[in-house]
């Protein structure tokens, strides 16, 4: 049973920087693709990012594309989200995801992913 846990949310002004992590048990990180979600009050779960098992592969929803980075080091079973120029809009709880490592395809589909995080909270003032 693959378990997630996510951290390094908080309150930020509008411009700002947070980094998110998440740590992945009960499998070892280089077999699964992970992705970043996020949820606004009032919103449907929305995708953010993704990244293959390696790393090597990454997708971003337009929105976040070019101020938020994932990463990841599977020696340490933790992903990252680098948050950064952060704006109100963004203001959401942020949800780690993991899902069996795919060769051809990377998923933005929360429907996609098998395993969840519990979120943390991300909230920009302005």
């Known amino acids: 049973q693959v378990q997630l846990v996510e951290s390094g949310g908080g309150l930020v002004q509008a411009g700002g920087s947070l980094r998110l992590s998440c740590v992945v048990s009960?499998?070892?990180?280089?077999?699964?693709?992970m992705g970043w979600f996020r949820q606004a009050p009032g919103k449907e779960r929305e995708f953010v990012a993704v990244s293959s098992s390696s790393g090597g592969r990454t997708n971003y929803a337009d929105s976040v594309k070019g101020r938020f980075t994932i990463s990841r080091d599977n020696a340490k079973n933790t992903v990252y989200l680098q948050l950064n120029s952060l704006k109100s809009e963004d203001t959401a709880v942020y949800y780690c995801?993991?899902?069996?490592?795919?060769?051809?395809?990377?998923?933005?589909?929360?429907?996609?992913?098998?395993?969840w995080g519990q979120g943390t909270q991300v909230t920009v003032s302005s």
């Open positions: 009960g499998r070892t990180a280089s077999s699964i693709d």
């Open positions: 995801a993991a899902r069996g490592s795919n060769l051809y395809s990377l998923y933005r589909s929360p429907h996609e992913y098998a395993y």
